[in-house]
């Protein structure tokens, strides 16, 4: 097919994307571990909450790989967190940039064949926009991607 004579249709695998998001997935509960060691009250209670929410994504995301036929990603017994984490505030850095992590990792969703698999990414994606918001304090126009 000659370029621009019309469109191409490219078929990308759900697995490879569900996969990324598992491991987003669990780097996520991870983390939430060693921010949620950090924080009082208020605070610790919204990790409780988002490290449940990471829990059942995980779960969800589990099943649907191998319902497809592939067997999960395992957790990494360690993840190394992309900067000390020593005070609240920096628990509540490490959460947003968790946050960030898992969005970017269900944008990847987005791009895959079939509208099951792009709607599940865009709805998981809004979720963890809408943790990540939470923890920074404010929204971003591209929330997971770096801006230029």
Do not use: C
Request: aromatic share 8%.
């Amino acid at each position: 097919m000659a370029v621009g004579s019309g469109p191409v249709s490219v078929s990308v695998s759900a697995v490879p994307a569900l996969q990324a998001a598992l491991a987003a997935e669990d780097a996520a509960i991870f983390g939430y571990g060693v921010a949620g060691a950090h924080l009082s009250e208020s605070g610790k209670s919204a990790a409780e909450q988002d490290w449940t929410g990471h829990n059942e994504a995980r779960d969800t995301l589990t099943a649907m790989i191998s319902a497809l036929g592939a067997t999960p990603v395992a957790a990494q017994a360690y993840y190394r967190l992309p900067f000390a984490v020593t005070n609240a505030a920096s628990a509540v850095k490490l959460a947003a940039y968790l946050e960030d992590g898992v969005t970017r990792a269900y944008l990847g969703l987005v791009a895959v064949s079939g509208q099951k698999w792009r709607t599940f990414g865009a709805l998981a994606m809004q979720v963890s926009a809408q943790r990540a918001a939470f923890w920074r304090g404010t929204t971003q126009a591209f929330p997971g991607l770096q801006a230029p």
